[in-house]
């Protein structure tokens, strides 16, 4: 047998023994390097993975290995660099950081071609609403915390409707959910391109059936939402105590369950927890399966950075990995967004993101004294953007204020912490969501727009000076 044939054949006893999620981001990526009298070596795609299975998983490598007749001593691992598996070729593409507009079409073609869906077959539809196709299954990292939750979203995505029904997926902030659920939506069209999947946040479904109320269309709402195929509801904690909006979501709930349609639901607390929900509801969103997610651990951690870095196309020293994971714990997104923040400067400078680099972009932060006001940072963005603050903080809508007022909100939110309704009001807006929507899209714009990366890290250096 050469080895790709022994090391498939040990992935497939590999694969029945542990967890699938385990699996995926542990094994699926490692090949049989070389195997002979003096030693048997395996090729792993990173040290976070070699870790991995020297640690935990050696004894069952040598197991199946001694079971195959092939003699387990002088086993090792070795991060190979090889030709890629189909796996990680079919992750988004590296690209280089030299053009924006590279980046940003490149993110265009994977939008609207990647993962299977080939322009040919774009929806006809208009269900594919809300989707971001980044968050897929491939570029999600499992590991403790997420385990368990990536298990059960993989087996809905693989048997729709029948498997879990309602999934109600539920942790702490920044801990995977969104990404998660719509791999699901995403793996679903990624099979079946004709499928109708929404994704909503139940904000928005809120806001639909208010404004579908106002309009008298209350009709068209509700057979828009039952008829999907999937229907994927984020955040759904919002619809508490809105009696309306219950009462519609219950109706619609009974429609796609009895047509074993897919529900699948997040929440930042369990079914039993969340206060002001009517009773019936509750016992529909525990009639299927609860999963609960929460931070990963240490090393999923080092695994997630090393993944965002890498679908970046950017380099970043172990040592400064591991500095990130142990020193951003709270949650995957913050973490995530320490990573971009120590892209952005090294990017900037045009030095390497090593430890000691790491250790001092984050010193600086830590020791920022805590006297800057909103005011004053969004003071600096309009003036960095060559606009006055009335025009910043007023009504009008014209590109040239929009953009800057979006960043203020994230830098808001980035610098100081401060809370959605506060960072609405010192813009001043009225509506919270708009500073959500706003501190949403420049957090997603910084990871592919390299120009508002770094005016982005300028502000940070200007507010920290
Ligand atoms: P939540 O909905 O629970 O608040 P999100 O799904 O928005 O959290 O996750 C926050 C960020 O962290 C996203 O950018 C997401 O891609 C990233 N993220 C979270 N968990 C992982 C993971 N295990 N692997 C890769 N990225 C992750
Ligand atoms: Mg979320």
Known sequence: M???RIWQSVLGEVEVSVSRASYITWFKNTVLLSHSDEGTVIGVPNVFCKQQ???????LIEGILHKKGIDP?????????????????????????ASSQARLEDNAVTNHSGNNLSSTNELSHNYRKG???????????????????????????????????????????????????????NQILASKPNSRVVYVSSEQFVQELTEAIRFKKVGSFAQHYRNVDALIIDDVQFIAG??????????TFNVLHQANKQIIISSDQPPQAIDNLEERLRSRFLMGMSVDMQNPDFETRCAIIQSKAESQGLDIENK?????????QINVRELEGALNQLLAFCELRGVPATADVAKAVFAKIKARPKHTTPKQIVEKVAKYYDINYQDITGPRRDRDFVLPRQVAMYLLRDQLKMSFPRIATELGRKDHTTAIHSVSKISENVLIDVVLRQQVQELRDQINA
């Open 73 to 97: 001593r002088n086993l090792s691992y070795k991060i190979y660099a090889g030709k890629s598996t189909p796996s990680s070729s079919s992750r988004q593409k590296a690209y280089s950081p």
């Open 2 to 4: 050469d080895e790709t």
């Open 131 to 185: 989707l971001n196709q980044k968050y897929t299954f491939e570029t999600f990292v499992s590991g403790s915390g997420n385990e368990l939750a990536y298990a059960a979203c993989q087996a809905v995505a693989d048997h729709v409707g029948t498997k879990y029904n309602p999934l109600f997926v539920y942790g702490g902030v920044g801990v995977g959910k969104t990404h998660l659920i719509q791999a699901v939506g």
């Open 242 to 251: 809105k009696e309306k909006t219950q009462e519609e979501f219950f109706h």
């Open 53 to 59: 299975l020297e640690q935990k998983f050696n004894d």
């Open 320 to 328: 400064a990995i591991e500095f990130l994971a142990e020193s951003f």
